[in-house]
């Protein structure tokens, strides 16, 4: 981890959970970035982290906007520092809600327009800032408040769905693997126009389980394909290291559904579909990887 | 320089001198020309500003927003449904003290579909903090929109300015128009609260109820400010260029006994109104309300007062009616007219007058006294 900066850009005195793995990420982000960085951030855990005012925990300016506004304000924020001459990063960091749901119009838009920004979604696959109700990206078969009795309907495709904006960059990431984070936040960083990554942050509190198995939980994501991680430049996909080992011997779907609280008592048949749909997307990225290779 | 346009184009073309850095916007009937007019200015290099085609309203203040922190001047232009759709990020333009001008071409609120001319669009938006003007005259738009610029960028306002113009009945009508060269009327803006990655700072984030108290005090202070910064700013430009505004326009009001108030075209229509009426021995006079927000102050002692609203609260009452019985302490006739584009003539105006009947509502059109 040589390469990493020593430098902090999120202090200790942050409001998040213990076992946080989303301010986990934003640390690694926000080291790739630098200090030349303004954080443009919807309601969402974030919102809550930085501290109270007149307080920050942010050693980088930090906008806060409402919900559905993260990216058109970014575009806004982008287009003005480029009539300023100045090359300031413009990041977006907003949760999987304030992403796959309200503001995605406001994103699609953004990626449409060509705005040159980051967009961040860390997905903690609900509204974890409101105590848990369900998002677009609440998995097939998890309990949360609002779906008591366990999700019916599958999580949204949005990679998928930033993918048919032929973003120059994209990619998945996860917190448990911070250099794998930085490396790419670092790389989306270097092209002209939007780029957009897509990071998996288990939420104790949210998922039910213990607060120190927070990165034991995101590695059993990648371990069980369930995530997978992978950068996709100019068309060309590349699944990175740890999901390549994860396909040639995956573990069993179960040891990653099993120590979570929110999968507690999923009927089989959800199972079965998540498996499903797990091979279909591994198969699916390895055919893209090896046709665009 | 002297040309004959449309409300819309006078607009955009002072929009071009203000020489905003980013303008966002989304087109809407009947404010589409502006947006079309700034989007050609700039394609054609005439105007130096980054042009945001968003993809709705929302994000189109959203983009206004995250232009303005930077410390940029900034411009959008809207209507009615926009206006609404906008009004979660009008809310934090006002709280977040970011002095982005628009002008809202007032038009009514469906259902049914209708995009006449109506105010209840903008008196919706009217407890956000935004400073609201009414324009009555296409020189009056491009005007006032070259003065929107100073006084919402001035550091003892620092909110933003909505310029209100009817929807077709000025927004499309064309009248002579005398455009200026601004030189150095608009300061450089100087925000200073942008955002500066040098000195790192947190905004819009949590607030305890002590911080959210002092906020909103400082936004109704500087409301209260902006009277003065907007009396100056009217002074120097009739200095400047010969054209005079105030707060309110008032016309034979000297020696009138009823005084007949309104805002925007049927303001000035009402003008018409009193010459007829004093040519039949009423003292009558008129006072156009300009700016809405800060809300003038007006001496109305011992008057009739006959207000016209071309906007409505539901279970309430016309929005202008009774912010004037509130701040001035009277009663007054109270007549709506003119929703959803509907035709009120110089004569329909004097007959309210004549037929006043003062303590009670009236619905124009219905021919209903409430």
């Given amino acids: 981890m040589a390469e990493i900066p020593k430098e902090e850009y999120l202090k200790k005195c942050t409001s998040a959970c213990a076992g946080c793995s989303s301010s986990l990420t934003l640390r690694y982000v926000l080291k790739a970035a630098g200090h030349d960085t303004v954080l443009v951030v919807p309601a969402c855990c974030t919102s809550v982290i930085q501290g109270i005012y007149p307080n920050t925990a942010m050693n980088v300016p930090v906008y806060n906007v409402a919900f559905a506004a993260a990216a058109a304000c970014a575009s806004g924020m982008s287009e003005a520092f480029r009539s300023l001459g100045r090359k300031t990063n413009v990041i977006v960091y907003a949760g999987d809600g ?39 990206a609440t998995p097939l078969g998890a309990r949360t408040t609002t779906t008591p009795t366990g999700k019916t309907v599958e999580k949204k495709d949005i990679d998928a769905i930033a993918a048919a904006h ?54 059993l994501a990648v371990k069980s394909g369930m995530w997978v991680l992978y950068e996709r430049e100019n068309n060309k996909l590349t699944i990175s290291a740890p999901s390549k080992a994860a396909m040639r011997k995956p573990i069993p779907l179960e040891e990653y559904l099993g120590p979570q609280g929110r999968f507690k008592g999923i009927d089989p048949k959800s199972i079965e579909i998540l498996k499903q749909r797990l091979a279909d997307n591994l198969k699916h990225l390895a055919a893209e990887e090896e046709a665009s290779a | 320089m002297k040309e004959i346009a449309t409300g819309n184009k006078a607009i955009a073309k002072a929009v071009k001198q203000a020489l905003p850095d980013v303008v966002a916007a989304y087109p809407i009937t ?17 105007m130096k500003s980054r042009y945001i085609p968003v993809e709705s309203e929302h994000s189109a203040m959203a983009a206004c927003i ?4 930077t410390g940029v001047r900034t411009f959008t232009a809207t209507s009615a449904h926009g206006l609404l759709y906008m009004h979660e990020m009008t809310n934090w333009a006002a709280g977040a003290r970011l002095p982005i001008v628009m002008a809202n071409v007032n038009r009514s609120l469906g259902p049914g579909w209708n995009i006449w001319a109506e105010h209840t669009d903008a008196m919706q938006e009217r407890d956000t903090g935004w400073l609201q003007v009414y324009v009555s005259t296409v020189q009056e738009a491009y005007d006032t929109t ?10 003892d306002v620092l909110l933003p300015v909505m ?73 120097d430009f009739a200095k400047r260029f010969g054209r005079k505004y105030g707060p309110v326009e008032e016309y034979r009001c000297e020696d009138a006994d009823v005084i007949l108030i309104a805002l925007g075209t049927l303001g000035k229509e009402a003008e018409v109104a009193i010459d007829i009426l004093r040519k039949e021995g009423i ?34 009452g016309g929005i202008v009616a009774h912010e004037i019985m509130a701040k001035c302490h009277c009663d007054v006739f109270s007549v709506i007219a003119g929703l959803g584009g509907q035709e009120v003539t110089y004569d329909d105006i004097a007959e309210f007058v004549r037929k006043r009947r003062i303590g009670t509502e009236f619905w124009f059109g219905v021919n209903a006294h409430v």
């Fill in chain 1, 98 to 136: 304030g992403t796959l749901d309200i503001g995605i119009q406001s994103m699609s838009g953004a990626f449409e327009r060509g705005t040159d920004f980051l967009y961040i979604c860390y997905d903690n696959e609900a509204y974890g800032n409101t105590g848990m109700q369900r998002s677009g």
């Fill in chain 1, 166 to 219: 032929h973003l120059s960059y994209m990619a998945t990431a996860c917190s448990a693997y911070p250099q794998d984070i930085y490396k790419k936040v670092a790389k989306a960083l270097t092209f002209r126009g939007p780029t957009f990554i897509h990071i998996l942050a288990p939420c104790p509190p949210g998922w039910r389980y213990p607060a120190e198995k927070t990165i034991e939980m995101g590695k």
């Fill in chain 2, 30 to 46: 009947p404010q589409t020309e502006i947006v079309e007019t700034i989007a050609d200015f700039v394609t054609s290099g005439q």
């Fill in chain 2, 66 to 69: 995250g232009a303005s922190i």
């Fill in chain 2, 146 to 155: 070259l003065m929107a610029f100073r006084i919402a960028e001035h550091n």
């Fill in chain 2, 163 to 235: 310029v209100n113009l009817d929807g077709f009945v000025l927004s499309h009508i064309m009248q002579p128009l005398d455009t200026v060269e601004p030189g150095n009327f608009i300061p450089p803006i100087h925000l200073p609260h942008a955002i500066d990655v040098k000195n790192p700072a947190g905004y819009g984030g949590l607030t305890g109820p002590d911080q959210h108290f002092k906020f909103r005090w400082d936004i109704e202070r500087s409301i209260r400010d902006s009277e003065k910064v907007i009396a100056a700013t009217e002074a």
């Fill in chain 2, 283 to 316: 003292k009558a006079g008129s006072m156009r309300l300009r700016w809405f927000r800060p809300f003038p102050k007006l001496d109305l002692t011992g008057k009739d007062v006959v207000v016209i609203d071309r906007d409505y609260s539901f279970g309430y």
